[in-house]
């Protein structure tokens, strides 16, 4: 497939061209379509560690709620959105490069368990932190 890159960046230039049409006065089609762009981003993330590298990673939403939740704190707290994006991705990146060395350590059952016990740990450390 040769021309693959250039037919993909095809799809998305319509997609963004056809995006300011959509009547976004209507907050579910909003909703949805903010739900597709999170799942596309996590298939896309899943596909490069699972697909290319060949490690199964069970905890892969740790990193994506660890990101968003720092992204609503600073959003109430006052910040700028784009500000907050942009802390939500350093935040989830640095926590990703702190354990990610311990964890890429593991492999076959061990590193998905090894992360799915990461996800869970931070699922239970934020449930009983926040209210």
Partial sequence: MKYGGWLMAGVVL?????????????????TILIQLF???????SWNILAGFAG??????????GLGALTTRLMWLGGYPLALSFVAGGLVA????????????RL?????????????????????????
């Fill in 93 to 104: 990146a640095l926590f990703a490069l702190v354990v990610g060395f311990p964890a890429l």
């Fill in 55 to 64: 490690q199964i990673n069970l905890g892969h939403a740790a990193f994506f």
């Fill in 107 to 131: 492999r076959g059952i061990y590193f998905a368990i090894g992360t799915l016990a990461l996800a869970e740990a931070l699922n239970e450390t934020v449930s009983n932190v926040l209210p």
């Fill in 38 to 44: 999170i799942v596309a981003a996590m298939a896309s």
């Fill in 14 to 30: 319509v997609a963004l061209l056809a995006t300011p049409q959509l009547p976004f006065s209507n907050n579910k089609i909003l």
